[in-house]
């Protein structure tokens, strides 16, 4: 299983970003897939995640408003459009796909993870 993701890298304060990740088609299509990140020191944190049709989503209090996750129905590919941005929000991006059709916040209610790309957001 992979998982690709892109569309990092640096951006000042105010500034927009999106993300993309794709997974094999065989074993995201009918799973939630979502986003973390983490900082060195710290664990990784849930960012938003997104339901195997698209419709249900849920996001960190820190990204509502500014952050919008999407897919299209059962596809494997999910997005992340980063507006907005704060220094604070500088991490690595992860991707995951979810154990079943819908996730929650828990990394362990993931099976599947990407490799991260780096999100900086210079003041």
């Known amino acids: 299983v992979q998982l690709q993701a892109s569309g990092g890298g640096l951006v000042q304060a105010g500034g927009s970003l999106r993300l993309s990740c794709a997974a094999s088609r065989r074993t995201s299509s009918n799973n939630a897939m979502g986003w973390f990140r983490q900082t060195p020191g710290k664990e990784r944190e849930f960012v938003a995640v997104?339901?195997?049709?698209?419709?249900?989503?849920l996001y960190a209090d820190s990204v509502k408003g500014r952050f919008t996750i999407s897919r299209a129905y059962g596809a494997h590919v999910v997005n992340l459009q980063m507006n907005n941005l704060r220094p604070e929000d500088t991490a690595v991006y992860f991707c995951a796909v979810g154990r079943r059709a819908v996730a929650g916040q828990e990394a362990s209610e993931y099976s599947y993870w990407g490799q991260g790309t780096q999100v900086t957001v210079s003041s």
């Open positions: 997104v339901g195997w049709n698209g419709g249900a989503t």
